[in-house]
Structures are given as C-alpha cells and as structure tokens.
Nanobody, 118 residues
Framework: QVQLVESGGGLVQAGGSLSLSCAAS????????LGWYRQAPGKQRELVAI?????????ADSVKGRFIISRGNAKNMVYLYLQMNSLKPEDTAVYYC??????????WGQGTQVTVSS
C-alpha cells in the first residue's frame, strides 16, 4: 500500500503561480512512477505531468513550458511537487497525485482544488 497526501492549491489570478506537494509513504519502493492528474467539472481526468523513478519527465501539451514536476526523497518518504506558472482559467480543476506501482496498480491522493480566476 502507498498513501498519498496532497497539499497546496487554492485560488489565484490568471498569470499567477501555485505549487502543489504530495507526500508518499508506505511501500514506496514499489513505486514505478509518480504523476499529477487533473479533473475539471464535466470532464474526464487527464494526465498533467509524470516523473519516473529515473527522473524522466513527460508533460501534457497544454502545460509544457508552464508547469514543472519534480520529486525528492527522504527517509521512508517520497515527495512529489508541481510548480505551476502562468496559470490560465482553463487550468482550473481538482488536481490528484498519482503513484503507479511496479505491478501497475494506481494509487491516488484525495485531490486538491486549483481555481484560476480571469
């Protein structure tokens, strides 16, 4: 089992910045990759950014050049971050932290709201 706890998010004006954090605990050695997903009202959940155990990254086209995903390690914990710059109203969504295990099981955080006002 992997537990994911997110923090950050909130309300910001268009053009502003926000950062999200996610703390992963439990069977962290089983984590293959970590990522951020988001879900806007009435839309499907979509990938925002992903980072592998080797620190390779991949971004959705809509956030390339504006968002930065990173990770850090501590004793018995793995931390995932998302720095969001030049935010747009269309970035408004609930953002979810995700961990994909080596057995391809998906773990999810509880979600955190990001609202960008125009």
């Amino acid at each position: 089992q992997v537990q994911l706890v997110e923090s950050g998010g909130g309300l910001v004006q268009a053009g502003g910045s926000l950062s999200l954090s996610c703390a992963a605990s439990g069977m962290i050695l089983s984590i293959n990759s970590l990522g951020w997903y988001r879900q806007a009202p009435g839309k499907q959940r979509e990938l925002v950014a992903i980072i592998t155990s080797g620190s390779s990254t991949n971004y959705a086209d809509s956030v390339k050049g504006r968002f930065i995903i990173s990770r850090g390690n501590a004793k018995n914990m793995v931390y995932l971050y998302l720095q969001m710059n030049s935010l747009k109203p269309e970035d408004t969504a609930v953002y979810y932290c995700n961990a994909l295990s080596t057995s391809y099981f998906n773990y999810w955080g509880q979600g955190t709201q990001v609202t960008v006002s125009s």
